[in-house]
């Protein structure tokens, strides 16, 4: 199976930050990777698809960037409603794997 | 609007079995492989299995194969899950999601609000 490593775990910062998310895969899964937000007691939501498409209705401050086993989620200005944990999902093989998540909380 | 309402969760005792519905409204549904995700207390998200929209096709994680079954009803809008021998450690809620997608843009773009299952004595 792909083990999907985030980092940091946990992240603090201010509505205005700009902030990144760092995903790696076990191997390379070319651009294969999309990127949930997943708010409290709610289902996970799609924000970044393929690496680096937006998903419909996502706000263009979400960026994701990467390929092969290295990826990034930058939310370039953080708003309120972007306080959430964040997962990534590698879809290139089954069993589809998620990272551990980022907790994204405010400082 | 497109919707997924999963039902049929609960208590069970170990050794126990359920089966978890999810309706789907608002699209045609079996242009679409459908999954169950589930996530444990305080836990990440966990993939357990998949079923192509034709029945053609259907995946489980090793940690519920031979245990969980996933089947789909198109004339009805429904997949379900049924688990059996279930063990304290299949305690979570279980989403269902609509996958979508053919090579990168392979995602889950449509999650039902969950249903939570728990296994204990």
């Known amino acids: 199976d792909i083990q999907m490593t985030q980092s940091p775990s946990s992240l603090s910062a201010s509505v205005g930050d700009r902030v990144t998310i760092t995903c790696r895969a076990s191997q390379s899964i070319t651009q294969y990777l999309n990127w949930y937000q997943q708010k409290e007691g709610k289902a996970p939501k799609v924000v970044i698809y393929?690496?680096?498409s937006l998903q419909t209705g996502v706000p263009s401050r979400f960026t994701g960037s990467g390929s092969g086993t290295e990826f990034t989620l930058t939310i370039s200005s953080l708003q309120l409603e972007d306080f959430a944990t964040y997962y990534c999902q590698q879809s290139y093989s089954m069993p589809y794997t998620f990272g551990q998540g980022t907790r994204l909380d405010i400082k | 609007q497109v919707q997924l309402v999963e039902s049929g969760g609960g208590l069970v005792k170990p050794g126990g079995s359920l089966r978890l519905s999810c309706a789907a409204s608002g699209f045609t549904f079996d242009d679409y492989y459908m999954t169950w995700i589930r996530q444990a207390p305080g836990k990440g998200l966990e993939w357990i299995s998949y079923?192509?929209?034709?029945?053609?096709?259907?995946d489980y994680a090793d940690s519920v194969k031979g245990r969980f079954t996933i089947s789909r009803d198109n004339a009805k809008n429904l997949v379900h899950l049924e688990m059996n021998s279930l063990r304290v450690d299949d305690t979570a809620v279980y989403f269902c999601a609509r996958r979508v997608g053919a090579t990168t843009d392979d995602r889950f773009d449509i999650w039902g609000q969950g249903t939570g299952v728990t296994v204990s004595s």
């Open positions: 393929g690496a680096s």
């Open positions: 079923i192509s929209g034709l029945n053609s096709h259907r």
